[in-house]
């Protein structure tokens, strides 16, 4: 079946220019999760999901950084004035239940890289 | 301190090794551990849960010691395809937000 889907890929923006990365979860995931990854590093929460209510933003670094689920399944991230701090891996992932002991599946990534 | 550790490695081993990486954490309130495996420029897949009673899939074997404060993964005899960066996370107690460590990278070679 379809896994986590993100989009797009590759995204190369200009420092200040506003930037929008989908995830589209596995059909029926409740829990949706954003985080960043830079290089060497392991993924960092930005921020969760429950179904539409955004439970946790504790994550997202700055007020520059909004992310919403309005139906409860695609859910958006948007940078506003993006910084070259920016460029990272942005990796949305999903997992059935809402509980803590559910695996997370992941999607690609987009690859965020600000000039 | 880091709520969760790694020796980012790198681990050389030679095909056909058996190697053991650790990965401690700090909250002693942590309830959920997971081995998760991310190749170069790919997303991070499930590798395996850990649980309080260890657990075995195949050549992988996840062991949880709550009084050290640290969960293992060991991989017996070592394929070249096992190259890849393990990470490990953990959730801790009434949190859904699991905690990435940075993860161990392993190199197989033949």
């Known amino acids: 079946g379809a896994g986590v889907s993100q989009s797009p890929r590759y995204k190369v923006a200009k420092r200040g220019q506003d930037v929008a990365l989908r995830c589209d979860p596995i059909?029926?995931?409740?829990?949706l999760f954003w985080y960043q990854q830079a290089l060497g590093q392991g993924p960092e929460f930005l921020t969760y999901?429950?179904?539409?209510?955004?439970?946790?933003k504790s994550g997202l670094p700055s007020d520059r950084f909004f992310a919403e689920r309005p139906e409860g399944s695609v859910s958006t991230l948007k940078i506003q004035r993006t910084q070259q701090e920016d460029s990272a891996v942005y990796l949305c992932a999903s997992s059935e239940g809402a509980g803590r002991n559910q695996p997370q599946h992941f999607g690609d990534g987009t690859r965020l890289s600000i000039l | 301190r880091k709520e969760v550790e790694q020796d980012p490695g790198p681990f050389n081993v030679p095909e056909g090794a058996t190697v053991a990486f650790n990965c401690t954490y700090s909250n002693s309130a942590s309830q959920s551990f997971f081995w998760y495996r991310q190749d170069c420029r790919k997303e991070p897949k499930l590798l395996m849960s850990?649980?309080?009673s260890g657990n075995e899939d195949g050549r992988f074997t996840a062991q949880l010691n709550r009084a050290s404060q640290y969960i293992s993964l060991l991989i017996r005899d070592s394929k070249l395809s096992d190259s890849a960066t393990y990470l490990c996370v953990v959730s801790s107690g009434g949190s859904y937000i699991p905690t990435f460590g940075r993860g161990t990278s392993l190199i197989v070679h033949p």
């Open positions: 059909s029926g995931h409740v829990s």
């Open positions: 999901f429950q179904n539409e209510a955004q439970l946790d």
């Open positions: 850990v649980y309080s």
